[in-house]
Structures are given as C-alpha cells and as structure tokens.
C-alpha cells in the first residue's frame, strides 16, 4: 500500500497489528499478518517492532520514490616511462583500488549486500562527470600526484589518475516486516528484546531522514541501533548504553527527549542528545510520582512526559523542555490505563485498564498540553464492513424505550447543543447499567463500573467544549467498560472537561439516574466465521498502542468517534421522519414559488427607466498612509471608498486619501479601473497593503496603507479586490491561459493575458496587466493551458488546484463556495550571531564600532534578536524554539560556525589564520492556517515541477508531468488529466545524482538540472514511453554553475547562481541537445519559458523613477522564429515577486513582419529613466542596478 498520510498503530491481545487511518474509520489488519507482535512503534515513514519470538523487525511503507543507495570505490594508475598509465603504483601510493581519500582498499567484488533486504540496481560502471562538467569517454581524471586537485584535461605533467566506479543497490522489503539481521559478533549479540522505541527524527538540524532507534533487553540492558536514516532504513549495528540500573521500558520523542522506566520503579532521563552525539551523554533519575507505587511505562512527545505507575494511576510531567528535560513536579489525572502513548503534536493515546480499549487524549493544545479528557475510539474492523448488517432499529433488536429513558435521553440531546446530526446518537448513553439486556443476549466479556461517570458526546477535537463532569465521589472511578463488546458500539461516556486530580465538578446527571433500566442491545457489526478470535458483537482487546507517526490536525474532525453504521433508523425515531427526496422536493418547490413572486413584482416596474447614475459611499475608514515626500513616514489619514454604476451597467469605483499638508487638507485618488494588483506587504512590521497603478508601477512608487489590525487591513484589501474585479468584469475562477505568480509573501496570484501580450504591431507593455490573488500559500506554482495547476509550499507539500477561486481574506461572493479547503505552510525564519575575534578573549560578540550587529539578518544591516524577532505577519504561529542551521551555503563547522577575514565576505565552513569574523545562523520554524482552491497530493514531497505546455491534445490524453523530490529524484506522474489533473502515481526516474530542476517542452523535451550545477537532456521521452531511456549530459556554459531550465515550445534557457539568463543554440529534431550557449541577460532571479516560446522572468533589481524594487516581473519582447531570444525587456509589477509561469499562455495573436516595430528606443535598465522598457545593442540586454546603490527602507521588496 502506498504511504498514508498518518496512521495510529495498535496490536491486539493476540499479537496481531493494526492500522487506523486518521481519515478513517476502520482498523485495518496489517498486510503481513503471518508474525505475532508484542510491541510496536511508530513514524511516518515505517514501523518498528518486537515480534514473540524476540527478535526485531521494521516495516517500511512502499513508495513511488525507491530506497537507493550508491556504493563507489576509485581506481588509480600511475603513468610509468614504459607503458604509460599502468596499474603498478609506487609503494607510497595509495591502494590501486581504494576509497576517495585513498585509505581504505575496496575493490569491486569486496562490495556486499548488507541483508537480504537489498538488491542490486545494476552492475558497475564508470562515472563520467567531474564537478558538473563531463570527462573523456572512460571517466579518467588527472592530477601530478596522490592526492591532488583532479581535472578532466591530460597535461603533460599529469603523472597519475583515476576514475569513480559506482553502483546502487535498492532497499526491496517494503510493505512487509522485514527482520533485522544482526552482523555483530556472535559473542556480542544483544539479549533478546522486549521493548523498542523510534523517535530523533527532529534532533536539532539533523539531517532529514535520521531516526533514533532504542531497544531494552529482557536482562534490562539499554541498545541503539546505529546509522538508521532514510538510506539505510535497518541500521547497521547495535550499541550497548550503559545505565544506572535494569530498565524495563523506553520512550523517545521526535526531538532530543528520551525516558526510560528502571525496575525499582524510578525514570531516567537521557542528557546531551544533539546532532553531533545522538546517543546522548549521561542519565539523570526522576522519582516515581508515587512512594508506593513506582513508575510501571512512560512515554514522551516533543516537549511532555506521561506516564502510567503500578497501580494504574496516569500522571503528567510538568516543566518539560529541551532546557530541563527531567521537568519539575508530577500532576495525577484521572483515569486508570494499563499503557498511555505520545505521539505527534503530544497528542495521547492510553489503553483502558478494565476494557483494553484504546482512549484518546481530547483538548490537547500547545497551550494546554495536558488535555481535558479520555475518550474512547469506536471504530470497527475492516473485515467487519462486509458482515455489516443493513440499518436496524433498536425495536428490530429487541429493544424498546422506556418513558423514563425517553425523558432522560430527550433532556441529554436537548442540552448537547453543538452536537451534529450525524452523530445525534452518540450522545444516548447505551450501558446504563449491568442488567442483562431485554430480547438480547449479554456479552460476558467486561462489566459496567458501577461508578462510571456519564456524559454527552462532543466534536471529536473541540477543546472547548463543555462536557458534564463526574461527582466529587466518582471522578476517580474507572474508566467505563461497555456492557456490550460491539467493535463499534453505538455510544460511550466520556470524562470531565478537565480532569485534573485537582479538579472538582459536579455532574449535570448522575449515575444513579440510569440505575434500574434496561440497557441497549448491541448493534452494527456482526463477525462471522469460525476462524475470527473474537466473538459476534465483540471489540478488540489491545495490548498495545503507538501514534508516533498520527499527526491529528486540530482543524479537521476526527471520524473514530461516531459510529459508522446501523443506527441512523433509531436516530430518526426520535425526531420527525424527514427524507432527502422530501427535502429536495420541497426545496424546488419554494424556490419556484420566491421566483415567480418575483417576476410579479418586477412587472409592475418595467415602464421605469433605469437610473443613470447611482452614488455610495461603500466604505470609510481610518488608515495610515507612506507619505510622497521626504522624509518618508507614515502618517495618519483618512480614506472612502465611492462605488458608482455607470447607464451602461459597469460598476466603477474611486479611491479617496484625505490627508493633511501644512494644516492644508489634501486629498489624492485612484480610480480601481486603473489599479493593477492590491497585495500585502511587509513594512516596518504594519499591518499594510500596497496599489499599483501602470504609472506607478513604472515609479516603483505604490500606494502603501497600513491598517491597525490584521482583519481590517484584511476587509479593506477584500473590498478592493472585489472591486477592481467588479471594474474589469473578472470573476470565477481563472482560465487555462492565465499566468500565474507568487509573491515573496507566498501570496498567488493570476492574471488573465490579452491575445496582443506575445505579438501584434503594438504589445500590450506587462505593466497594464492586472493581478488579482488566489487564496492559499505556496513557494511555487507551475501550469498549463489544460487547466492543469500544481503549486509547492515551503514545507515541500504539494498541492494541486481544484478549480476554485477565493479564499484566504477573499470571502462571499468573491469566493467560490466549494472547492476550497483547508492548507498549511510551514517556513523558517533565520538571523544571524555575529563575532570578531581579538588576541584577549579569542571569538566574542564584542564588535568594532563599524562592525554589523552581532545579532542581525543576513545583510547585516537590521538588528534582529531571539526575543525581538517575531513570525511574519499574525497569521503565522512559531511551531519550533530557536535552533542551529547546519545547511547554510558555504558550509559550517561542527557548532554551525562560517568564518570569513571580515563582514561582508565569502564564508567558509573551516577557520583559518586570516579569518576574523564568523557568524551562525539560527533558524526558527513557523506555521500558517488557511484556505484555498488546493487539495494536498501525498505522500511525496517536491522541490521543483513541470508541466508539458500542451497546445493541441485531447481532453482524455494524459498530461506529461515531471517532479524533482525534496531529495533529489527525478520522478514522472502518471494518470494527469484534464479531468484527473492530480495523477494518479509516480513512476522514479534514476540519476546519478541529486537534481535541482526540472522542464519538459512542448514536444516532450525532458531537461533538468542537477545539484552540482550540470545540465542533463533526457532522451527518447513520448507519450508510450513516458519516462525516456537515458540522461545526455550537457556541458554548462563556461564556469557556471546552473540553478534553473526552462522548456518551451522550441527553446531551451537556463539560469545559473550568478543570476544570468543563456538560450541553447543548435536545438533541431535531429540533434535536440543542441550545440552552444548564448548570454542573454544577467540579474535574473526566475525565469519560465511558455508554450510559444515567450520567456518571462523575475529580474533581482530593478530602478524605477522614484524608487528601487527587488524581484520584479518582466517580459522578454521581440521573441520571434528567427530571433527567439528575444530583443528587449518589458518590466512588469514589482517588486516583492519570487515565482512566475506563462506555461498556460498558448494563445497566439498575429506576429508582427517587423519585429522592431513594437520598441521605442528608450534607455536602458538602470538608468533613471522611467526604468519600463530597455534595449541595447544586440540581444545581451542587461538587467542592471548599480552595485553601489544599497537597497534602502523605501525599496518596494520582499
């Protein structure tokens, strides 16, 4: 089965493991059900557990994206006077095949499987690339001796060389429990095992991929496996801990938190686990909660502790973080469990102590951890769906309502108010008591406590709700067990709200009020077979439980709570018997009623003109305004919107901003006919907005509001947008053609391009073209003109476009009202620790005085500390503590220092004598909640995508869809449609190496770029063969690292780190790698290359008359046949823009038979011009800013 996107792990009294789904509402039976488990523990990606008979097994979700590892050894040779290059090196040399530094002899059949679990890819062969540039047939390179610096070019004084031998081997036990084979020395062997537990996976910075597996012997002995990440998913070895005393059990959460129980009944505490030292340093002890009682299991999430002591009691560990991690006191909760276990976002899951079913955790928040109550989880069997019975009343079963259980019953939904109607009968308490059952045969498994506290059902992750308490005299009852063993028994009572040992409440009803009166005969699933353990009308019993890979999301409801089916008829009985083909019919009905009700009163009006002009005020408010003139500040003002109809039914709006100058009162507008985009921005921390107008855009001058909060600033940015749209006539969702853009911010938006944007005698210039935004947040976005829309976030999810509009502050009639649905972002926030070193103290956070500030941003220039930096806007949550980045550019040491000779310069990851400076950066990860037309594609996530411009293709042809993974494979999406444009699998491609980028062309042209700045043509790419046959590799242009390639119709552009702009020469059909590149431009940022071959880019700067942008949108004109790089540059809205694709614009206008009839001569970028349009001699036009000029508090950015 490909991966889920969560999953809670279970193992029953008989050893068998289970899965629930987060969306659904059924256990289902691992695939592999030939092993009986005793325990298990989860992630996301796999599973690890302890079979009975001792030993360790993992079970690894298949994938699209193979496990792959590369084994590589060199071969070297020394050229003799004799025979030349020979394989007789001297006695100093290193071996003749060794590793790449030369220390270690490994020759090709020395090279193993490490298990039965791997398979070899294929067999060896030589690697013909050196640094992104490939090497002489037969991969040598060559240097004057061992070791040195290699090149690809023989000199004359080239005296030895070498050449890399790989080969991948494929992990190829998935979706089975694959056993751990141990090559450790027979006299080492651990003991048997008898309790496992997986977690690390968010250590501090450590590289993705990296899981922390502990194990505890049946003799009390601690082990960890080593090496266990996303390459070698079984470890290699195990390593003996030492300990204080016997443990019994362990716990590891997904960061640095680790606890494990001792026999005598005390925990220790594991300190000192980081990146560097996974394992930790020492141990610290917890006493037990309890004198009498020691502590029997415990479990720990991100930052809290539960745990569980012999007399069943449940505790909760208060002052956990990564600065204490043994916490400070102990809080008793109520409820008895046998196990409790923390999974993602310290959700909780425990199995009950009398009816070993399994509870979860309601209430918890980040701001309330320890939750408010238990509730149980009813879901049934999968194999139970198919025994299910048709709906069944309760009479059918035999059972009837009494009066006085019809009054109480009737009182309990009356005051469960919240409670919806799909799940109305979750709230009837159905084990009201131990007496047998009327026309039914009891269960004999469990029995009722008989001080079991009752109370109403709930939404399954409101923590607000209120629910009944129990009485002072019961709150520390057990939790109930059901009379009826059901697998999904109709109802369940639940704990107080807060249920602290502290907490004291009353209950709204007693249990006393139920006692004497029948209960509810057992309905919905029915096992039959005589090979099922469990007997008709009976749950699970569960041993054990695991939620370190479910991640519950707070803003959807949980469906484990409800029961799935047989009791909807017995729900209608107690309320009027209402069909849907009822409610439909009635519906038509006055519907038909209200529009010829209509039609009569509009009749009498007809003889009436229509009003010419109608005038209103539609909004006034007060707001704070970037004033024109120096100094540059904001300043209070007063703004109204006029919204008027013209006699040709166009509504029109006009923006007025009254504001005082010289105690003159003053006013300038804006008509929103003329508006071109209304986007958000970041200015000074406000809460502000910007307009742009084509004339301001060539300024580089907006219109920046600021409002006093979030939701008027928002109402403000809805109401314009709205009207700008009402203005040109734009609503619905965007077309096929539309270029798409995302902002800085992460904001999207679209713009509907007019046929004459491409060609015609006279172009429309970019900076007409208006934008308006689409709800959600995402890095990324690709397109083509089928409709087919996938974005990327910042967290490498992926999301495809479902054909809404609206969304996020965009609501009402401006939204469509289906097709939007809920999405997250994550991204991190960085500064940077600065130190100089003086000959006293070494490295110190005591600058000079011309010294940056030694907690600043990345340029320096902004002081930005721990305390005072803050998330993005109030719409992002911080959802990590501050850490150490390990992957800045450049390289760092082992504590994440860079060092350079002084600030600003090129940082290296290694000290040296001339390095006087050094800086780390800190990172800090933040979380966003909103809404849009996307729906989320698990479970691969992406770095970069592609989508074939089609032009001409039939609505059923699969769409060519091609994806970098945020590891570096390259993988082809099989199944996109127009009317499935999600796909429906991935098929992998192999590489050599990790890629970065990725286009297919029009024509099914694959190019891609990887990490090491290389270009890569795949070859043989058709419809039937939708994957290719072999990667071409392309030299980059001279001593150029590549970062990006974009495909069009015919034309080939890459972009490499330095920010210039090359066209591949010599593309024909019979040579499609082509032959040369050309420089086009530099100071490029984002480039996208559409289906006509038109290229568009994001420039880096760009100087306008009254100001600077970074990032700003610009059309390359002049693109024709014969000069498809273009002659010019058109600059566009700006600045702030990171993304642009025109992949969708195949709309082709009449091409103009001189192409030089569309440009005026107008100086170039740069210039203080009015910076639109550039042109110089030949096609090189530079998109240039003086390097001098240092983008000041007033640039428009990001």
């Known amino acids: 089965m490909a991966m889920p996107s969560s999953l809670l792990w ?54 699209d994206v193979p496990i792959r590892y590369q084994e590589e050894t060199y071969e070297n040779q020394r050229w003799n006077p004799v025979g030349g290059f020979c394989e007789k090196l001297l006695p100093s040399d290193r071996w003749q095949w060794s590793d790449v530094s030369g220390l270690k002899h490994q020759q090709l059949d020395s ?115 080593e090496n266990v990440c996303h390459h070698n998913p079984e470890g290699s070895t195990w390593s003996l801990i030492s300990t204080p005393g016997e443990v019994a059990q362990i716990s590891c959460g ?82 008895e469990m046998m196990m409790v276990n923390v999974g993602l976002n310290n959700q909780v899951w425990g199995i009950g102590c009398d009816d070993r079913a399994i509870y979860f955790r309601q209430g918890v928040t980040p701001s309330e951890l320890s939750g408010k109550m238990w509730k149980a989880i009813v879901c049934g069997r999968e194999s139970d769906r198919s025994q299910t019975g048709s709906s069944t009343s309760l ?61 109403v059902t709930v939404d399954p992750l409101d923590s607000d709700q209120e629910a009944p308490a129990a009485s002072a005299n019961n709150e520390k009852a057990h939790l ?69 890979g479910c991640l519950v999301d707070l803003h959807s409801p949980l469906k484990w709570f409800a029961v799935p089916s047989g009791l909807s008829s017995s729900a209608q009985s107690l309320s009027l018997s209402i069909t849907p083909a009822q409610t439909a019919a009635w519906r038509k009905q006055i519907f038909q009623q209200l529009s010829e009700r209509t039609k009569r009163e509009l009749e009498n009006f007809r003889h009436y003109e229509q009003a010419v002009e109608q005038s209103v005020w539609v909004k006034t408010g007060m707001l704070q305004w970037w004033r024109n003139w120096k100094p540059h500040k904001w300043m209070d003002v007063r703004v109204a919107l006029e919204q008027f109809t013209g006699s040709d039914g166009m509504r029109d709006s006009i923006l007025f901003i009254y504001y005082m100058f010289h ?12 508006v071109t985009i209304i986007a958000e921005v970041l200015k000074e921390g406000k809460h502000s907005f910007a307009l742009y107008t084509p004339e301001r855009t060539k300024q580089r001058w907006p219109i920046c509001l600021a409002a006093t909060t979030e939701q008027e600033m928002h109402d403000w940015l809805s109401l314009l947008t709205m009207s700008c749209c009402e203005s040109r006539r734009i609503q619905g969702p965007p077309s096929h053609q539309a270029i798409w853009s995302v902002s800085c911010k992460g904001d999207i938006f679209v713009s509907e391009p007019s046929p004459e944007l491409e060609a015609g005698p006279q172009p429309m210039p970019c900076d007409q073209m208006f934008w308006r935004q689409v709800g959600g947040h995402l890095r990324l976005v690709e397109c083509n003109n089928r409709g087919v829309v996938w974005g990327i976030g910042y967290d490498h999810t992926v999301w495809v476009y479902t054909g809404g509009y609206g969304g996020g502050f965009i609501q009402g009639l401006a939204s469509s009202a289906d097709n939007i649905y809920t999405q997250s972002d994550v991204k991190c926030v960085y500064i940077y620790e600065n130190q100089r070193w003086n000959p006293v103290t070494g490295y110190s956070s005591r600058g000079l005085p011309t010294d940056r500030y030694m907690w600043s941003d ?12 803050k998330p993005p806007s109030p719409q992002w949550s911080w959802v990590s503590d501050w850490y150490v980045d390990f992957s800045t550019s450049g390289g760092t040491d082992r504590e994440g220092w860079q060092y350079a000779a002084d600030f600003p310069a090129s940082y290296h990851g290694h000290k040296t004598m001339k390095d006087f400076v050094r800086r780390r950066r800190w990172a800090r990860k933040c979380k966003i909640v909103t809404n849009g037309p996307w729906l989320e594609v698990p479970p691969v996530t992406l770095w970069d995508i592609s989508i074939i411009p089609s032009s001409d293709a039939d609505d059923e042809e699969s769409v060519a869809l091609w994806a970098i993974s945020d590891k570096g494979d390259v993988l082809c999406r099989l199944g996109v449609t127009q009317q499935n444009p999600a796909g429906t699998s991935w098929l992998h491609v192999g590489t050599d190496q990790p890629f970065i980028s990725i286009s297919v062309g029009a024509f099914f042209q694959v190019w891609a770029v990887a990490r090491d700045g290389s270009a890569f043509y795949r070859g043989s790419v058709s419809p039937k063969k939708p994957a290719g046959d072999c990667w071409y590799h392309i030299p980059s242009p001279q001593k150029q690292k590549l970062k990006q390639v974009s495909v069009g119709r ?95 614009n195949a709309s082709e206008a009449p091409r103009s038979s001189a192409p030089n009839a569309c440009e005026s001569p107008t100086e170039p970028m740069g210039s203080e011009g009015n910076g639109r349009r550039g042109k110089t001699e030949g096609s090189r036009t530079p998109l240039l800013v003086s390097e001098r000029q240092e983008v000041d508090r007033n640039a428009v950015n990001c």
């Open 1050 to 1144: 015919t034309s080939v552009f890459v972009l490499d780190k330095n920010g210039n702009l090359w066209y591949r020469q010599g593309i024909t059909p019979s040579y499609p790698q082509g032959s040369a590149w050309d420089h086009v431009s530099n100071n490029i940022r984002k480039m996208s290359v559409g289906p006509l071959d038109q290229v568009w880019v994001i420039a880096d700067k760009v100087q306008g008359s009254h100001g600077l942008s970074c990032g700003t949108v610009c059309h390359r004109t002049g693109v024709q046949p014969m000069e498809p790089k273009g002659l010019a540059w058109d600059y566009g809205i700006g600045g702030g823009w990171e993304h642009i694709t025109v992949r969708g």
């Open 480 to 548: 109930e067990s059901r009379k009826s063993t059901n697998p999904n028994p109709p109802a369940e009572l639940q704990w107080t709200n807060i249920d602290l040992k502290e907490a004291h409440r009353h209950a709204v009803l007693s249990i006393g009020t139920f006692a004497e009166t029948s209960s509810l005969s057992s309905l919905g699933m029915f096992s039959v077979g005589a090979e099922e353990q469990y007997g008709a009308d009976e749950h699970p019993l569960w041993a054990w439980v695991s939620g370190g």
């Open 254 to 335: 997904p960061y640095d938190l680790l606890w494990a129980t001792l026999w005598e009944g005390q925990a220790i505490v594991r300190e000192g686990i980081d990146r560097n030292n996974p394992q930790g340093i020492s141990w610290s002890t917890v006493e037990s909660p309890s004198s009498e009682n020691g502590i029997m299991h415990v479990s720990v999430g991100v930052d809290v502790v539960w745990c569980v002591t012999k007399d069943r009691k449940v505790w909760f560990r208060r002052g956990v973080n990564s600065h204490n991690p043994c916490g400070t006191s102990w809080i008793e909760m109520v409820g």
């Open 10 to 63: 279970a193992v029953d009294i008989f050893g068998r493991v289970y899965t629930l789904p987060t969306v659904g509402q059924y256990w289902e039976l691992c695939k592999d059900a030939q092993l009986e488990f005793k325990r298990v523990s989860a992630v996301k990606q796999c599973c690890w557990g302890i079979a009975c008979d001792h030993q360790v097994y993992t079970y690894v979700f298949s994938g």
């Open 111 to 225: 090279f193993t499987l490490p298990s039965p679990h791997w398979e070899w890819e294929s067999d060896w062969y030589v690697d013909e690339n050196i640094g992104g540039e490939p090497t002489e047939k037969g991969g040598w390179t060559y240097a004057i001796d061992f070791p040195s610096t290699y090149t690809k070019d023989k000199k004359w004084n080239s005296c030895v060389r070498r050449r890399r031998w790989i080969r991948y081997r494929r992990y190829k036990s998935r979706d089975v429990w694959a056993k751990i084979v141990s090559h450790d020395d027979p006299d080492r062997l651990p003991d048997p095992f008898n309790d496992i537990s997986t977690g690390g996976w968010e250590i501090t910075d450590e590289p993705p991929g990296r899981l922390s597996v502990w194990a505890v012997s049946l003799q009390g002995r601690v082990w960890y496996r």
């Open 395 to 455: 009479l059918s079963a035999g059972c009837f309502f009494t009066d006085d259980i019809q009054n109480h019953t009737n009182a309990i939904i009356q005051g469960d108010a919240d409670t919806s109607s799909d799940t109305e009968l979750s709230s009837i308490p159905t084990n009201f008591s131990s007496t047998p059952p009327v026309g039914a045969a009891a269960s004999s498994t469990g029995s009722q406590a008989a001080g079991a506290p009752a109370s």
């Open 858 to 869: 990345a340029s320096g220039l902004q002081e930005c500390t721990k305390a005072s930096t």
């Open 663 to 674: 105690e003159e009162k003053k006013y300038i507008h804006v008509f929103l006919n003329e």
